[in-house]
């Protein structure tokens, strides 16, 4: 079975151009987040969708970033215009069921962004 | 608000050595606690959880419990092999909201021969 696949594992931009990370997780999870852990921090959560609907997004840090998840599958991750400090790695990681429920979490490798 | 701290690595230790990598929390609430463990070019696994005080996790020959009186939750192995490798994330969530984990920094471990 496929685990959670991230694309582009890399990504190197010049600071005010536009970056879209895609996410893909396991097949039949309807809870999809995306994490981010910038150089030297920790691992932030950004937001949480179930299905298409975005749970919460409290942890998105401005507006220049947009994830969406289209038809409750895949998902991207869209930074407009690039910041310096939005280098790092962005995670993205699926679940079957809410993690009370006693269900796992599983993430992918990250993509891996450095913004120029 | 709710926090994870760990020990500061990276941490070297020789093959066989005992390991230990400190985390301590505060929480409002009363979370479950986890320790994530990311191999180099993986993603983050789960390693180990505990869900209530006093509570043991334990996977692959590591153990850590969750101490509610000291807010921690150490992760040990008794003999580490060079497969152990990796950075080691501790973290905590509440059942009633499964996706904000809180992580602290990562411990990088490396385990030479």
Request: aromatic fraction near 12%.
């Amino acid at each position: 079975e496929a685990g959670v696949t991230q694309f582009p594992s890399h990504s190197v931009i010049e600071k005010g151009q536009t970056v879209t990370l895609r996410c893909d997780p396991i097949s039949g999870h309807d809870n999809l987040y995306w994490y981010r852990r910038v150089m030297g921090k920790e691992i932030k959560f950004l937001l949480h969708f179930v299905k298409e609907s975005k749970q919460d997004e409290s942890g998105m840090p401005n507006n220049r970033f947009l994830a969406e998840r289209t038809g409750g599958t895949y998902s991207t991750l869209k930074v407009q215009p690039a910041e310096l400090e939005d280098s790092g790695v962005y995670f993205c990681a699926s679940s079957q069921g809410a993690l009370g429920s006693g269900n796992t979490i599983y993430f992918g490798e990250g993509s891996w962004l450095t913004v120029v | 608000g709710d926090s994870v701290t760990q020990m500061e690595g990276p941490v070297t230790l020789s093959e066989e050595a005992f390991l230990t990598i400190n985390c301590t929390y505060t929480a409002t609430g009363y979370p479950s606690l986890f320790w994530y463990v990311q191999y180099p070019g993986e993603g983050l696994q789960l390693l180990l959880k505990a869900t209530k005080a006093d509570d043991k996790g334990s996977n692959k020959g590591f153990e850590a419990t969750y101490r509610k009186e000291t807010t921690s939750f150490h992760l040990e192995k008794g003999s580490v092999q060079v497969s152990d490798s990796a950075v080691y994330f501790c973290a905590l969530g509440y059942s009633n909201s499964g996706y904000a984990l809180n992580f602290g920094k990562g411990t990088s471990l490396l385990v030479t021969p």
